[in-house]
């Protein structure tokens, strides 16, 4: 039997080899995804170093401050303070003794790139014990990434993203009552001796008056009487302007009020644990309002620390919604917030509510 040739088979029975279009084609999606997965944790993670590194170094300076303030035992006037400037700013400024020399300097720093504070502007001020009037919670975030709490309590303690806030965790204590401890004295207290009788004190006679009229006028014209009065001058009567009559055509042209808002209350504490208290209402009211305006709610920060919505959304010349705001749970959403509310078609100045949230 003849055997045949490799070499002489026709080239399309030869067997091929290699990848088609569409394999390719899912091979480069399949690498363009695991990359860009790849690409977005690498970001994130870079975003989350940048805030950690904010959080540390802001809590080291308020450290440095409480520090300052116990050493150099800060009289009133000279405490060491830290100071933020409110939601969406990456500053913050620190007036302590930087060089040891007791001169006090205020000094400002930054946070890192697309590092801002979300909270509202606050005054941390340590006194010589190293303590504060209140508890103050900041809360540092980057872009959509949870925000970091850096919080102050009122003895100074100065804690990094704790779970809870340390002065609203510890109880009540209530205080027993006891009797008293003090023995009252049981001899009585001599009577006062009564006072002698005072001597009174004779009044002196009166020294007689000279005569006179008493109005002052002391001339005696050189005839030695006292009691003769100087004649007035006459003054000229003053003449009388005329006074213009007002015109009977002119009337004046009513002015339109301007529209104004108002909001009350302006504050309100919220409780992310206590019951009854994880809600609050203010009331926004508009004055000498035309047509009809939307009612718009916002917080001043990044991320969504508190829950918003309001009742009716519109209004319809003058009349008030009901704003309710809500506290989150999670450490991001501790601290003082504000709440921004206004009328579209602007209605007056856009209103602003303060709001506290604990544990």
């Known amino acids: 039997m003849q055997k045949v040739s490799r070499m002489n088979k026709p080239f399309w029975s030869q067997r091929q080899s ?30 989350e170093m940048r805030k950690q590194n904010s959080a540390r170094r802001f809590a080291a300076y308020l450290e440095k401050a409480r520090a300052d303030s116990v050493r150099r035992h800060a009289a009133t006037g000279s405490e060491a303070i830290v100071q933020t400037f409110g939601e969406g700013t990456s500053t ?23 590092v801002t504070f979300n909270n509202v502007a606050q005054t941390v001020t340590f006194d010589w014990r190293g303590r504060i009037p209140d508890k103050l919670v900041f809360q540092i975030i980057n872009e959509a990434l949870p925000s970091i709490p850096v919080d102050v309590s009122g003895s100074g303690d100065i804690t990094i993203n704790d779970t809870i806030f340390g002065d609203l965790a510890v109880p009540e204590i209530a205080l027993a009552e006891v009797s008293p401890d003090v023995v009252p004295d049981p001899t009585p207290n001599p009577d006062a001796t009564p006072n002698p009788d005072a001597t009174p004190t004779p009044t002196p006679d009166p020294t007689p008056t000279p005569p006179g009229n008493g109005n002052g006028g002391g001339n005696d014209n050189g005839n030695g009487n006292p009691n003769s009065t100087p004649s007035p001058t006459p003054l000229p009567e003053p003449s009388p302007s005329p006074t213009a009559d007002p015109s009977p055509s002119a009337s004046p042209s009513p002015v339109p009020l301007a529209c104004a808002s108002s909001v009350s ?48 959304a519109t209004l319809t010349g003058d009349g008030s919604a009901t704003v309710t705001i809500g506290a989150r749970s999670g450490v991001g959403n501790r601290g003082t917030f504000s709440v921004n509310i206004s009328a579209s078609p602007s209605c007056g100045a856009t209103q602003q509510v303060i709001v506290s949230v604990g544990n």
């Not at 399949?30 to 790849?38: E, H, K, L, Q, R």
């Open 92 to 114: 913050f400024t620190v007036r302590m003794d930087f060089d040891g020399t007791g001169n006090l300097q205020t000094r400002t720093f930054s946070l890192d790139e697309g």
């Open 265 to 312: 209350p302006n504050a309100l504490s919220l409780s992310q644990s206590v019951s009854g208290q994880g809600t609050g209402t203010v009331s926004f009211t508009l004055t000498n309002a035309t047509g009809t305006h939307s009612i718009a709610v916002s917080t001043g920060g990044s991320g969504s620390p508190l829950t918003l919505s309001v009742s009716p």
């Open 18 to 47: 290699g990848f088609t279009i569409l394999q390719m084609i899912i091979t480069v999606v399949i690498i363009a995804i695991v990359s860009a997965f790849g690409i977005l944790g690498i970001k994130n993670a870079r975003a």
